[in-house]
């Protein structure tokens, strides 16, 4: 499948193979799946940090009209006071799952994975209970959680700091119920290449795609400012996911910062597909200009991108270059 932009009179919204980049201004961190009910769910980081919301739509580009729905707010005292970062949402056994990063009130970076669990059909009409802290192997700073299914068995993967190193590492355990982890926590990776260090030394925001044999997981590296890419990790389907041998890393960055089309920092990504199932889709964060003044985690202008990836016939995703922002369509 590849991507082209083009020029109707049709609406594009409405339209499954074509929406308009950016989808939605001032949000980052998003996480999009289509559910088995034919509609797109959008959860994202606000630019204030201090909510959750929820989109959904018929398509991708409906989503940048749609009304977004409040879920939980932030506590005003102690734990899940403050940095409420990139919530995904999940359907689980019957239950919608929503895993978020926060900070305490008291101490913004103090920050830890946290999980709300819905009950209903609908998650924007379903009653959310907080269920507290994820717990993982160990405290310390680590956010960006993801989970996903394999074979029977379900996975946790997220980013966090090692003790006495500065910067985050990516992890992978099972999972034994939707609130917690059990057995083997594996490192998968660490920011060693000088790409993955510009700025801190990051790995964090894994997102997982299982095609052509292999489980692929992309993550984000380096400050989140133009500087912000993905890396690929990879194993063969049939190994042990918890071995880290399993696992291989590619040595440059997947999808990066193109000046050329004026996609600064492109990062922070979740995959979906079209609605038939037969195009996968990458989405992802990125800014339209390079310098910011100061802070990056004080600028609200990262917005939502899409654009299909492409297999080549190794069966390895590619992702670059990225779109250009305005009309875009998938030719098939």
């Known amino acids: 499948m590849l991507w082209l932009p083009f020029a109707s009179e049709v609406r594009a919204e409405a339209d499954p193979l074509r929406w308009t980049n950016p989808i939605l201004p001032q949000r980052a961190d998003p996480h999009v799946t289509f559910h088995s009910d034919g509609y797109y769910y959008l959860t994202a980081t606000v630019p204030k940090y201090d909510l959750i919301e929820l989109r959904c739509a018929r398509t991708l580009g409906e989503l940048s009209s749609s009304e977004p729905k409040v879920i939980w707010r932030k506590h005003d005292h102690g734990p899940m006071g403050a940095h409420i970062w990139a919530p995904e949402l999940h359907f689980i056994d019957g239950k919608w799952y929503i895993y978020f990063t926060a900070g305490s009130a008291e101490n913004k970076w103090a920050i830890r994975p946290y999980v709300l669990e819905g009950t209903g059909a609908n998650p924007l009409e379903a009653i959310w209970v907080e269920k507290g802290p994820l717990k993982l192997g160990w405290e310390s700073f680590s956010l960006d959680g993801t989970t996903f299914a394999h074979r029977g068995t379900r996975y946790f993967v997220w980013a966090q700091a090692e003790h006495g190193v500065k910067g985050t590492n990516i992890y992978i355990s099972r ?40 489980v692929f997981i992309t993550y984000s590296a380096s400050a989140t400012d133009a500087n ?105």
């Open 228 to 332: 912000y890419c993905l890396g690929l990790l990879y194993a063969d389907e049939n190994t042990d996911l918890l071995d880290s041998a399993s696992w291989s890393k590619l040595p440059e960055p997947v999808f990066k910062t193109d000046p050329a089309v004026s996609v600064f920092g492109p990062g922070h990504n979740s995959f979906t597909t079209t609605p038939d199932g037969l195009t996968d889709i990458l989405v992802y964060h990125a800014r339209d200009y390079e310098k910011i003044q100061g802070n990056s985690l004080d600028n609200p202008d990262r917005s939502i991108r899409a654009q299909a990836i492409r297999w080549r016939a190794d069966g390895f995703p590619e992702f670059s270059p990225p779109a250009a922002d305005g009309a875009y369509q998938i030719q098939k």
């Open 175 to 214: 999972m034994d119920t939707p609130l917690s982890l059990t057995g083997k926590i594996t490192l998968l990776a660490r920011p060693d290449h000088e790409w993955e260090r510009r700025g801190p030394a990051v790995c964090e925001a894994p997102a997982v795609l299982i095609k052509n044999g292999r």
